[in-house]
């Protein structure tokens, strides 16, 4: 009989000899990039060739099916059964990336090469999201071949390709599918811990909404000699609008935006204590940033933020002697469950024309990707918390909810399953942009901790 302490052993002795190194470097040199159609080929090459022969070897049952959506990438489902009396676990993850962006990789790396500098493997997809899914059935073969070929519990895979444009289809593909998806619970891993050292828990996600605002005075632009200082400049005006919605530290204004009661008691229990940062020389915390009185776990994972992605207005690549005739900026706003999305929009117009811009257009206005949370005490966060503790010796954060996106709202939707995501990376990862890359440790602890987690599924005493 297999011992837990041996499959955890087991799985550290294939990460410390290399392999799982020389696996994830095969992974990586996929470039299936959902973002760029000329890849289309490649995501389904991921699918086909990296991961669908690695789970039949496992014993699993693979489908590759077509994406609901026209022109987005196929998803995968496999599936293991031993008992109907076993508990059942959805895991998730998305073997897309975002573009590689060559050009702009430091000297000496490369996106769709996995390279190795002190503490960090770099490579496109190392972090975000193919590190990360990898681990996690590295992991699950070393429970495999520990208890002689048995999990003790069934588990079904989704492994989708349009992850970075949205996800979008999966929400059909989850509700067509429901009946054979029916779970237990959804255990995955996706997005940054807390800090580098600290293994983390997430019970959900925040949401993402994004609108443009447009300042639109004239059908072309106008000599800026003979007309500046006479006609509305619209980059003026916009950026007033702007200063109008959040102010000089980034306080939100527009506070019908903002969770009606504050930070819910509960989520503000759980975030007591709980440290944020790490992200190297990616970011840094800006104390003075954001709303008053909130600590910076507060901030970044039981509140809403106002971000402005982009700001144009004339020709910034060549500028001319003109008063352009229009600006466009594109925002976002990264929200929590305790806020209501469907009214964002009209909320910012009554706000703009109580301060003096209704000449300012909102266009394109909708939720990218909705929030998610499951009670930060539900017994099966509760449950995989202790199980991490037992094989990493230290303690485990669990938050409300992880400050970035992910479909977490189509598995509560579609399944009402309970949301357990346990990332292994940190956030200044680089992931959407050049130099992406994972940390060697925090990787190695996730091996360990969901080796654990496997071992315990089947195990007596699950939620």
Known sequence: ?????????????????????????????????????????????????????????????????????????????????????RPTILTYGHGDTVRGLDEQWRAGLSPWTLTSEADRWYGRGTADNKGQHALNLTALEAVLAERGGRLGFNLKLVLETSEERGSTGLRDFIARHAHRLAADVLIASDGPRVTPEVPTIATGTRGTYHFDLVADMRPGGVHSGHWGGLTADPAIVLSHAIAAIADRR??????????????PPAVRAVL????????GEAASIDPDWGEPGLTPAEKIYGWNGFIVLSLLSGRPENPVNAVAPNARAHCQIRYTVD?????????????????????????NAAVRMPASRTDPGHDWVRWTAASMQISLGKRVQVIPNASGGLPGDVFV??????????????????????????????????????TGIWWDLGEPGTP
Not at 250 to 263: E, H, Q
Not at 342 to 354: Q, W
């Open 250 to 263: 980034g306080t939100i204004l527009v506070r019908d935006w903002l969770p009606p009661n504050g930070v």
């Open 413 to 450: 939707d579609c399944l009402g399953l309970p949301l357990v995501w346990i990332p292994h990376s940190y956030n200044g990862c680089k992931q959407h942009g050049p130099d992406e890359h994972l940390l060697i440790g925090p990787a190695r602890e996730g091996l360990a901790a969901f």
């Open 339 to 363: 806020s209501d999305p469907a009214g964002f929009e009209a909320a910012l117009r009554r706000h703009l024309d109580a301060h003096g811009f209704p000449e300012i257009r909102i266009e």
């Open 272 to 279: 007591d204590g709980c440290p944020v940062g790490g992200g």
């Open 1 to 85: 009989m297999g011992t837990r302490d041996a499959a955890i052993a087991r799985s550290l002795e294939f990460f410390d000899s290399g392999r799982f190194r020389d696996r994830l470097a095969q992974l990586v040199s996929v470039p299936s990039t959902s973002q760029d159609p000329d890849h289309a080929a490649d995501v389904r090459l991921y699918l086909d060739t990296a991961i669908q022969p690695w789970l039949e070897r496992m014993g699993f049952a693979v489908e590759i099916h077509p994406s609901p959506a026209a022109g987005f990438g196929p998803i995968l489902f496999a599936e293991r059964l031993e008992g109907a009396d």
